[in-house]
């Protein structure tokens, strides 16, 4: 595919096709368009390893990571304590249902606890990797070709981010079980009593907390906040050199859901999700960093291309990652969104 003249060919496999061997060769990907004129990058997520300058940033990064199976997992079987919960508020007077409640949310608060400061992590890490992905001298491009290993890492902090989201979205009780949490809690101290749980969440704590679970997506909220701060800490940097960075990647991610030869190489249906994720994360951090954002005319990502590939796939699958795109954009209702746009994402 020619660009003005300029071959462009991106070489891409997905992290999680690599951890299940599930496909041995490359995928090629043509290029889009709206990638300006650059080098043939290669971006190899099958073998890509550290070179000894990523190995610092690769090793605080893959730390962090190590972690995201964990909290899924857990996450996933998050079930809640609903049914104490009801008991002890139709039952006031029954201190033994108030205790039982009690032991109940205990526990699951500080699952929560430990998921929101995950995302602190998750937050330290993704700066390390812009640092390190938009740093001079090296072109955005250049950068995803020489410090691959940090870029497969990049796509997997937000196939993680928009796999939390997508389970926190469906799970009413998370939000549930905190506000009983605290609503006890001041009740308590209204009576000047202190709970032993107060230690490990106290107030400060479940404020901050209360902010990130309000979220429809938190996790996807921390990294925009994240990556707007990046930018605005980093004035000597061009802004370009983040969202060419960030465009590059949903280009990436598009053509390859968008291409029959491509798509229908994938033997796993969590292919074609991880892509999905990956693309949509990218679109939600350019949007929130970009001067004008993802959905105007001069953007370099092609929104409508992205939302027809999300919308052709079975709507159980993609209806969290079109609510990421509705909500959690930050210019989708400007004036400079096309009618066609917003028409799509209704």
């Not at 060769?25 to 290029?31: D, E, P, S, Y």
């Not at 905190?178 to 009740?187: A, D, L, M, P, Q």
Request: proline share 4%; hydrophobic share 40%.
């Amino acid at each position: 595919v020619s660009n003005d003249g300029v071959n462009i060919y991106i070489y891409t496999l997905l992290p999680s096709l690599c951890s299940r061997g599930l496909m041995g060769n490359l995928l090629k990907v043509l290029a889009c368009a709206e990638l300006e004129h650059g080098p043939i990058v290669f971006l190899d997520f099958e073998h890509a390893q550290p070179t000894e300058a990523e190995t610092a940033v690769w090793n605080q990064v893959s730390a962090v990571l190590e972690e995201a199976h964990g909290i899924l997992a857990e996450l996933q079987s998050y079930n809640g304590a609903g049914q104490e919960i009801r008991e002890a508020i139709q039952n006031p007077g029954d201190l033994a249902l108030q205790e039982k409640a009690w032991n109940a949310v205990c526990p699951l608060v500080a699952k929560l606890k430990r998921f929101y400061e995950f995302s602190l992590r998750l937050e330290n890490a993704l700066r390390s990797l812009l640092e390190a992905l938009t740093s001079p001298p090296y072109a955005p491009m250049q950068h995803l070709e020489r410090e691959q290993a940090l870029a497969k890492q990049f796509a997997e902090i937000l196939h993680f981010t928009l796999s939390f989201d997508e389970l926190k979205m469906t799970n009413p009780a998370i939000q549930n079980d905190f506000s009983y949490y605290r609503r006890t809690i001041s009740r308590n101290r209204l009576n000047n009593q202190q709970l032993e749980a107060e230690n490990e969440v106290n107030n400060e704590m479940a404020n901050r907390m209360s902010l990130f679970y309000a979220e429809a997506t938190p996790m996807l909220k921390t990294l925009s906040n994240a990556t707007t701060k990046f930018v605005s800490e980093n004035k000597t940097l061009p802004i370009e050199d983040t969202t060419d960075c960030l465009s590059t990647m949903a280009c990436v991610c598009r053509v390859m859901l968008e291409t029959p030869e491509y798509r229908c190489r994938f033997t796993n249906t969590d292919t074609m999700l991880f892509c999905m994720r990956v693309m949509v994360g990218v679109i939600i951090l350019y949007d929130h960093v970009h001067p004008v954002g993802a959905f105007a005319k001069t953007s370099k990502i092609d929104m409508k291309g992205c939302i027809k590939v999300l919308k052709e796939q079975p709507s159980n699958s993609v209806e969290g990652l079109l609510n990421a795109l509705r909500y959690t954009t930050r210019h989708l209702n400007d004036d400079s969104t096309s009618k066609q746009i917003r028409a799509l994402l209704q």
